[in-house]
């Protein structure tokens, strides 16, 4: 049996793909960014460290990451590989991908390059985003995201 990988199985029967907004507010992303629309100010992350991100930046962050993501030739259900120590970055990237009605194939740093190797085998992520690219080795494009 060969997996579906289209974000479309998941659609009640009859559904058209092109009616459904993935950032209208009936779904996470689309909570996130109505969130974000209605109080800017709002510190939405903080680190560790003391450092704050607002809303309207973290809105402003994962749009633009979203656009990155289509100007490297992804489209809607497509996969992406995220894999990254935690970090600001890390849920710009994974928020972004959702964003964009991408599928998150979340990967462990903790993984061999064995282990990555076959997750990437399984899922083939159209696009990886990685904290240290070089734990991949020859698989599908890379970006060490900013």
């Known amino acids: 049996m060969t997996p579906v990988r289209d974000w479309t199985v998941h659609l009640p029967a009859g559904a058209d793909p092109s009616d459904v907004d993935l950032a209208a507010g009936r779904t996470l992303p689309g909570a996130w960014t109505a969130a974000w629309a209605a109080d800017p100010r709002r510190p939405a992350l903080s680190t560790l460290d003391g450092d704050t991100v607002g809303a309207g930046e973290l809105a402003q962050r ?22 990254a120590g935690p970090s600001v970055d890390l849920v710009v990237a994974y928020v972004a991908a959702l964003r964009y009605g991408l599928t998150v194939v979340p990967a462990n740093t903790a993984y061999t390059g064995r282990e990555l190797a076959q997750l990437v085998a399984e899922a083939a992520p159209k696009l990886t985003v990685l904290d240290d690219p070089g734990r991949l080795g020859g698989g599908p494009p890379s970006t060490g995201w900013r």
């Open 62 to 83: 994962t749009a633009a990451a979203a656009g990155r993501f289509a100007a490297a030739g992804l489209v809607p259900g497509d996969a992406v590989l995220v894999s």
